[in-house]
């Protein structure tokens, strides 16, 4: 019997695709190989004419832990060109995206779901930013998005404590779209539905507008940050 792939891919209905990330046993830890399926499943899902909306989820008990550590030490960056982290952070696709996070988001798995459209979580779902105690910074767009997204004192709060935030603290913030009665993923793909029976686009036309603001105020942040981090990944990767 073949191993299962780390992300899958799979239709709901006939407009909404899903993407799941399918690592639960490193707690969906963000390597090479997913960071590959993932950017090769959004080109997919973009480039059928038959999907009009994207879900990205990941198991009932965790969304993603975030980069694997392990393969990181050993010299693996799960990063892509020119999608970057996990095929996606950088990522440009028309299609409407929804995170549906249930269980925890930590790291890289809070900067997937910040590289959505929207992020709907799941009552238990929980987000931190832990990489300060590693001696990185959350880089993948934790600096640059989530400021854009909650106020700067807030985003200071969390990156440099990288206190765990409830579901209830995150949606007061702004840092999500909704909590789910239910699961996330089922809630999400409900709203992927309502998406998919709208007009496609004026949907992405809504969807290009806002990213571009958004845009401008991650890029500066985007940019400054490459020095420094590459070098305190260099020294990470020594220790």
Not at 32 to 58: F, H, K, P, W
Not at 98 to 106: H, P
Request: charged share 20%; aromatic share 6%; proline share 4%.
């Amino acid at each position: 019997m073949s191993e299962a792939l780390p992300v899958l891919y799979e239709r709901h209905g006939e407009q909404v695709a899903v993407i799941t990330l399918n690592r639960p046993e490193k707690k969906n830890a963000i390597n090479l190989q997913m960071a590959e399926l993932i950017r090769t499943y959004l080109r997919q899902a973009d480039n059928d004419d038959s999907v009009r909306a994207i879900v990205l989820a990941g198991q009932p008990a965790v969304f993603s832990a975030g980069m694997d550590i392990n393969a990181f030490h050993q010299g693996e960056l799960p990063i892509v060109t020119p999608e970057g982290f996990g095929g996606l952070i950088h990522a440009q696709i028309a299609k409407v995206i929804i995170a549906a996070v249930d269980g925890i988001a930590y790291g890289g798995g809070f900067e997937l779901a910040l590289a959505c459209d929207l992020i709907v979580a799941g009552q238990g779902a929980r987000f931190s930013f832990p990489e300060t105690g590693l001696g990185l910074v959350a880089a993948q767009g934790g600096c640059a998005r989530l400021p854009a997204r909650v106020s700067p004192y807030v985003a200071l709060d969390w990156l440099l404590t990288g206190r765990i935030v409830d579901a209830q603290e995150a949606l007061s913030h702004g840092a999500i779209s909704r909590i789910s009665e239910g699961t996330a993923r089922e809630e999400a793909l409900r709203i992927a539905e309502q998406i998919a029976g709208k007009d496609l686009a004026a949907s992405q036309t809504v969807k290009a507008i806002v990213r571009q603001g958004l845009a401008r105020q991650e890029a500066p942040s985007f940019d400054f940050q490459q020095g420094p981090v590459e070098r305190l990944r260099q020294a990470a990767a020594r220790r």
